[in-house]
């Protein structure tokens, strides 16, 4: 009986491990016509291709990395550095459609951003160009440096909106309340 087994094992061992190098087109029987027309340019330029991908991808990975990340982080381009002139504003979406912010360059400070809504009830405030945002529902005033109420209704600042440069762009990217 134990013969007969090592007979078996021999016949299976004498069968070819690697098959020659055409015994697996009658394997597989499908022709296709290009399949020898792989060179090594077309294979360059699949790896250059590839390589380029990485590298973009990187990038985007590499800039989105810079900007601050967290719990409330919104990360949404506003301007870009330059844009806006000294005392001028600009309205923007933040964090989405249903909300807005304000971004004023200050002459002495440079660029702050807060929420575009009075602290009293909501109303859109508007920068005035001399240092103040004015809220026009009741006379609400606030101090364009630091969202301080100075005048009317309100109590609380305006909440501040962080920014962030990277790359010639403006981003917004948390409130910060005061
Ligand atoms: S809503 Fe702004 S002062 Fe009242």
Redesign the pocket.
Same mark, same amino acid.
């Given at each position: 009986m134990l013969q007969e087994v090592d007979a078996r094992n021999e016949q299976e061992t004498s069968v070819p491990l690697q098959p020659s190098s055409e015994q697996w087109r009658s394997e597989f029987p499908h022709t296709w016509d290009e399949d020898e027309m792989v060179t090594r340019r077309s294979t360059l330029r699949f790896l250059l291709a590839g390589s380029g991908v990485l590298c973009l991808t990187t990038g985007v990975l590499a800039v989105l990395s810079y900007l601050p990340s967290g719990p409330g982080v919104q990360t949404v381009a506003v301007a870009k550095v330059g844009e806006l002139a000294e005392n001028a504003s600009k309205v923007f979406d933040f964090p989405d459609q249903y909300s807005r912010a304000i971004l004023i360059n200050l002459p002495g400070k440079g660029l702050v951003a807060y929420r575009d809504e &009075?602290t +009293?009830?909501? &109303?859109a405030v508007l920068y005035q160009g001399n240092g103040r945002l004015h809220?026009p &529902? +009741?006379?609400?005033l606030f101090d364009a440096a630091t969202g301080a109420v100075l005048a009317?209704?309100?109590t609380r600042p305006l909440p501040l909106i962080q920014l962030a440069v990277h790359n010639g762009t403006i981003y917004a990217v948390r409130e910060v309340a005061q």
């Open positions: &009075c +009293h009830l909501s &109303c809220c &529902c +009741h006379e609400g009317g209704p309100p």
